[in-house]
């Protein structure tokens, strides 16, 4: 089978529990918070609410982080995600993949930037290949991500990685590897998430601070979807050209995407490091090859 859930990613024997427990509607539902995920930072800071979902908590004393449990190569993660409602100016929400490997790191960013009450919520986007960051871009979210649970993915393929905001790619990194432009292929990523406090620089550069008086801030976190390869898991997965996320449609955006895709740019798109001038007297190379 070519699509590994994360929850199949266990020992065997675990595995064959499962099996017998829950036969094989275990593949169909999205796993549960634990079943793929661990806390990282601040155990008192998260709280399981009902089968599945999450409440993070940040007030003056912490904020708090979990990751899965396993690393990915390829594949796609989305999660659905209500962020902290009224005044969240100063705090970050963020929602990525990481490989965690210091010098050579790999990793796919999103950042919830709050804003004061009935100000818009940024959404930063960064791509780090082979060591090299520094490519973030900010999008204005069209609609209050607080009032709702909103669904927010990263695929990841050997095409490109795009991020969506619902049915929305707010960015598309492609494999310009060929003229090259490096691209995450060769370390497999975990999933993080953490909420914490950035008024240091989160909004509007750092000018509007945190308001502790509105703390204790909540964030939720439910419908946990991660579908890749498991690293360490069969070698012959990353390469398996059959899996979904592989596929012809996953491969580039189809019409209807790519005039979403437009729209977000020319709407609702703040600021993009490949046109800031100020940063990049010379426009970098990805910016020149990709969309
Ligand atoms: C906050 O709101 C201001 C005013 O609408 C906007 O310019 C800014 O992009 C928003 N986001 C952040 C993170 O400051």
Redesign the pocket.
């Known amino acids: 089978m070519a699509t590994k859930r994360a929850s199949l990613s266990i020992t065997s024997l675990t595995l064959l529990l499962y099996f017998l427990t829950f036969s094989f509607s275990v593949f169909a539902r999205p796993s549960t918070f634990l079943d793929d995920f661990h806390v990282t930072w601040s155990d008192s800071h998260i709280k399981q609410i009902g089968g599945n979902a999450i409440q993070l908590i940040l007030d003056q004393s912490s904020g708090c982080g979990f990751a899965s449990k396993n690393k990915y190569l390829f594949g796609r993660v989305s999660m659905k995600i209500k962020l902290i409602p009224g005044d969240s100016?100063g705090t970050v929400t963020a929602f990525y993949m990481n490989s965690d490997t210091d010098t050579v790191r790999d990793e796919l960013d999103f950042e919830f930037?709050?804003?004061?009450t009935g100000?818009?919520?940024?959404v930063q986007t960064n791509v780090y290949a082979h060591g090299k960051g520094d490519r973030e871009q900010?999008v204005?979210l069209w609609f209050d991500p607080a009032a709702d649970f909103h669904t927010y993915a990263i695929l990841w393929n050997h095409h490109h990685v795009v991020f969506y905001v619902d049915d929305v790619p707010i960015r598309v990194y492609k494999n310009n590897e060929a003229k090259g432009i490096p691209f995450p292929k060769f370390q497999p990523m975990g999933v993080y998430s953490t909420l914490w406090e950035a008024d240091d620089w989160?909004?509007?550069?750092g000018l509007?601070k945190i308001d502790w008086s509105k703390a204790p801030f909540y964030a939720y976190y439910k419908d946990f979807d991660i579908e890749g390869c498991p690293v360490p898991g069969p070698a012959s997965c990353t390469s398996n050209a059959r899996n979904w996320w592989e596929g012809p449609s996953y491969q580039q955006l189809d019409s209807i995407q790519a005039r979403k895709y437009r729209w977000v740019r020319i709407n609702h798109m703040?600021y993009d490091y490949c046109t800031d001038k100020s940063r990049y007297p010379v426009t970098p190379p990805e910016c020149m090859a990709g969309i």
Not at 202 to 205: M, N, P, Q, S, W
């Open positions: 100016a930037l709050g804003n004061r100000q818009p919520y940024t900010r204005n989160a909004t509007r550069g509007e703040i």
